[in-house]
């Protein structure tokens, strides 16, 4: 039998219009926000906590092994947060351009990802110091 899969968004995309209409998605409250389309604040963070995910899939501005993975805005690291306290496995996908990049707002120390997907140039040293952390490293 098919696995049933219920889908938490919390970015109001094209995606949610492409969803597989056998599948039940969720749009999270909160204050929209209109240069991402997502939704953060309190009201998104409480949704949230009423899911267990299995896998979150989360995006990132920058990436330093010290100071962990951030985002230019404290609410929308407050909704990443959520979703990685929520989730099973947490899977951060960035290309290496973010590598070396520290923005205002860290959502998760590299401890809390389970896994980053990259691109073949993310630098050697930190690429070695996640696998330290723990982190899967997956280049693609």
């Not at 098919?2 to 597989?20: F, G, K």
């Not at 990802?113 to 280049?139: C, F, K, W, Y």
Request: glycine share 6%; proline share 4%.
């Amino acid at each position: 039998s098919r696995r049933r899969h219920t889908r938490c968004l919390s970015d109001w995309s094209s995606d949610v219009c492409s969803s597989d209409l056998g599948t039940p998605v969720h749009l999270l409250s909160g204050r929209l926000r209109a240069t991402t389309l997502s939704a953060l604040g309190s009201r998104t963070v409480a949704d949230i906590a009423g899911f267990r995910a299995q896998i979150v899939f989360l995006g990132a501005n920058g990436i330093d092994i010290n100071l962990g993975f951030t985002t230019s805005d404290p609410e929308e690291a407050s909704v990443k947060q959520a979703y990685i306290a929520n989730a099973q496995e947490s899977i951060v996908l960035a290309d290496s351009t973010k590598f070396g990049s520290v923005f205002p707002a860290a959502f998760a120390l590299p401890e809390k990802i389970d896994r980053i997907i990259t691109d073949m140039q993310a630098p050697q040293n930190t690429i070695d110091s996640l696998v330290t952390h723990g982190v899967e490293v997956v280049l693609a």
